[in-house]
């Protein structure tokens, strides 16, 4: 995906760090902000994966780190709940200011609570993620209970969350004293996404009942069934991406992908960060390839060689069945079963040259197995006919050919 890191200022004059990622080679159809969790960054890998699941179905996604944290200025001990909020709106005026206003506003945990207080108070915005938050900022508080006296008396404590080390002040106490989160839900008149964990630890799934109580429809809940609280499984957080991605195409001014004027019809990307994780925008239709993860990759998608075999297969399939209609044949499915591998020349006997001589009996080659199950009432002629044609699909013939591929550097 395209990605441009970048500052914005917030409220208290503090430059806050971004990425804005947008879909690979296409205008976005909507941008989204994304607030993370409580004392996590923008880096959060269950924020990138989510993430990533907007930006392939065509939304862009501005994901930041909260004042104090991360890469972005500012104090910790000096921030809040409130301070978070602002955060969220410097960044809906940010987008608005330099390229689109946002229509979509995702936040998780604290930052779930946040993005819902923000919402009313960002006029573009159509839709409100919350991912596991609470339904009131005080329940933070039970995180580090035992410094609570020491705050009020000293003005700041340094607590341990998460195995982390923060200066927590005595503005996040009164700031959290003073957001009424549920009566601003019951105010909002946005459509509302609520995703939570049924065994959430950290917020109760009994806070996505009393969000989901005091909103008003459009509103719908997400049961993010065994995750837990920061979505530590990768699958849980791809699910959310898929699930919000979804969800948020219903209320979106322009639901349909605006694909950029090129003369390549393919673009696929990937970014110094995400391992073999690559995007791929294929006319106007987005898919994802990867490696498996034995090989260091995060399997959230197809091989190359996958998706090569995958591309023979579904041209088979249409060919045959094609064929068949014109002919007014019985077939009524057709299923390809593939495989690619790389094979030994002499193990292959149709690699061969035309006078009958294996061109190098020690070098490995490409080979595609491929098996065609016919389904429908078919005679023995039919069937062997149909596989005469398999043979002469177009992406067959353009495997065997020899294909030129031109490359150059983009200008």
């Given at each position: 995906?395209?990605?441009?890191?970048?500052?914005?200022?917030?409220r208290?004059?503090?430059?806050?760090?971004?990425?804005?990622e947008?879909?690979?080679?296409?205008?976005?159809?909507?941008?989204?902000?994304?607030?993370?969790?409580?004392?996590?960054?923008?880096?959060?890998?269950?924020?990138?994966?989510?993430?990533?699941?907007?930006?392939?179905?065509?939304?862009?996604?501005?994901?930041?780190?909260?004042?104090?944290?991360?890469?972005?200025?500012?104090?910790?001990?000096?921030?809040?709940?409130?301070?978070?909020?602002?955060?969220?709106?410097?960044?809906?005026?940010?987008?608005?200011?330099?390229?689109?206003?946002?229509?979509?506003?995702?936040g998780?945990?604290?930052?779930?609570?946040?993005?819902?207080?923000?919402?009313?108070?960002?006029?573009?915005?159509?839709?409100?993620?919350?991912?596991?938050?609470?339904?009131?900022?005080?329940?933070?508080?039970?995180?580090?209970?035992?410094?609570?006296?020491?705050?009020?008396?000293?003005?700041?404590?340094?607590?341990?969350?998460?195995?982390?080390?923060?200066?927590?002040?005595?503005?996040?106490?009164?700031d959290?004293?003073?957001?009424?989160?549920?009566?601003?839900?019951?105010?909002?008149?946005?459509?509302?996404?609520?995703?939570?964990?049924?065994i959430?630890?950290?917020?109760?799934?009994?806070?996505?009942?009393?969000?989901?109580?005091?909103?008003?429809?459009?509103?719908?809940?997400?049961?993010?069934?065994?995750?837990?609280?920061?979505?530590?499984?990768?699958?849980?957080?791809?699910?959310?991406?898929?699930?919000?991605?979804?969800w948020?195409?219903?209320?979106?001014?322009?639901?349909?992908?605006?694909?950029?004027?090129?003369?390549?019809?393919?673009?696929?990307?990937?970014?110094?960060?995400d391992?073999?994780?690559?995007?791929?925008l294929?006319?106007?239709?987005?898919?994802?390839?990867?490696?498996?993860?034995?090989?260091?990759?995060?399997?959230?998608?197809?091989s190359?060689?996958?998706?090569?075999?995958?591309?023979?297969?579904?041209?088979?399939a249409?060919?045959?069945?094609?064929?068949?209609?014109?002919?007014?044949?019985?077939?009524?499915?057709?299923?390809?079963?593939l495989?690619?591998?790389?094979?030994?020349?002499?193990?292959?006997?149709?690699?061969?040259?035309?006078?009958?001589?294996?061109?190098?009996?020690?070098?490995?080659?490409?080979?595609?197995?491929?098996?065609?199950?016919?389904?429908?009432?078919?005679?023995?002629?039919?069937?062997?006919?149909?596989?005469?044609?398999?043979?002469?699909?177009?992406?067959?013939?353009?495997?065997?050919?020899?294909?030129?591929?031109?490359s150059?550097?983009?200008?």
């Amino acid at each position: 995906m395209k990605r441009e890191k970048l500052q914005f200022i917030n409220r208290e004059g503090w430059a806050l760090s971004a990425y804005l990622e947008f879909p690979p080679d296409q205008e976005p159809i909507a941008y989204a902000v994304f607030g993370h969790c409580f004392t996590c960054n923008k880096n959060f890998p269950a924020v990138k994966n989510i993430a990533r699941g907007l930006t392939s179905r065509g939304i862009a996604v501005l994901r930041f780190d909260f004042s104090g944290l991360g890469d972005s200025e500012g104090e910790f001990v000096e921030t809040s709940f409130l301070t978070n909020v602002t955060d969220l709106l410097a960044a809906a005026a940010y987008l608005e200011e330099n390229y689109e206003a946002p229509e979509l506003l995702i936040g998780h945990s604290l930052g779930g609570a946040a993005a819902l207080y923000a919402a009313p108070q960002i006029e573009s915005i159509k839709g409100v993620v919350s991912i596991a938050a609470p339904s009131d900022p005080k329940h933070v508080i039970h995180l580090f209970q035992h410094e609570v006296a020491e705050i009020k008396k000293d003005g700041k404590a340094t607590v341990q969350i998460a195995g982390r080390t923060f200066e927590i002040g005595e503005k996040f106490l009164k700031d959290a004293e003073v957001a009424d989160l549920l009566t601003t839900v019951s105010d909002l008149r946005k459509a509302l996404l609520i995703l939570h964990s049924p065994i959430d630890e950290v917020v109760d799934v009994s806070h996505a009942a009393k969000l989901y109580k005091a909103a008003y429809h459009p509103k719908s809940f997400i049961s993010l069934d065994q995750a837990d609280h920061i979505l530590s499984n990768k699958m849980d957080s791809i699910y959310a991406g898929e699930v919000i991605a979804s969800w948020a195409a219903r209320y979106l001014d322009k639901p349909e992908r605006r694909v950029l004027d090129t003369e390549l019809d393919v673009v696929a990307s990937l970014p110094d960060d995400d391992e073999y994780t690559t995007l791929i925008l294929a006319g106007r239709h987005h898919l994802t390839a990867d490696e498996p993860e034995s090989v260091g990759g995060n399997d959230f998608g197809p091989s190359p060689y996958h998706l090569l075999s995958a591309a023979l297969g579904s041209c088979t399939a249409m060919t045959l069945q094609m064929y068949a209609r014109r002919k007014k044949w019985d077939l009524q499915e057709v299923l390809v079963h593939l495989k690619h591998e790389k094979v030994y020349a002499e193990d292959c006997e149709t690699c061969i040259t035309a006078e009958g001589e294996v061109k190098d009996p020690k070098a490995r080659i490409d080979q595609i197995s491929r098996v065609v199950e016919l389904i429908g009432d078919l005679d023995h002629t039919q069937k062997t006919r149909l596989l005469e044609i398999a043979n002469r699909c177009p992406v067959h013939r353009t495997l065997e050919s020899d294909m030129h591929i031109h490359s150059k550097l983009a200008e």
